[in-house]
């Protein structure tokens, strides 16, 4: 058995992290795969989105979960691309009756993955 996780198995951790984080509603979760300064923009119908990382945790730990409204967990992967130290990842995040795609930027912090912006999309079905 190897005992030494690839740079993908790390990054992979993280957005699993992030994925259940969101489905269930865990702010905590959310906090270990972000940096404590990260920023989100995004477009939702058209609109722009923006938050800093603390209103938009705040936002998931208030509101129902996907979970907790009986959504299935459909979240995924689409893409992983590592330059270094740096990561981008591409993903498919249904929840709430929207079609978001989201972009995380990840870097390694002290040898540690942590996403450090979001951008994401809401596209009609």
Do not use: C
């Not at 993280?14 to 702010?27: A, C, D, S």
């Not at 058209?46 to 299935?72: M, T, W």
Request: glycine share 8%.
């Amino acid at each position: 058995m190897n005992m030494y996780k690839t740079e993908s198995e790390k990054i992979q951790e993280v957005i699993e992290l992030y994925f259940t984080g969101l489905y269930k509603g865990k702010k905590e979760l959310l906090e270990e795969a972000f940096h404590q300064k990260m920023q989100l923009f995004g477009d939702i119908n058209g609109e722009p989105y923006y938050r800093e990382v603390g209103d938009f945790l705040d936002g998931v730990a208030k509101r129902e979960s996907p979970e907790s409204l009986g959504e299935d967990f459909r979240m995924k992967i689409l893409s992983l691309e590592i330059l270094g130290n740096i990561a981008v990842t591409k993903l498919h995040v249904p929840m709430f009756e929207f079609n978001y795609f989201d972009y995380l930027l990840l870097h390694k912090i002290n040898g540690k993955w942590t996403v450090v912006s979001k951008s994401f999309i809401h596209f009609e079905n």
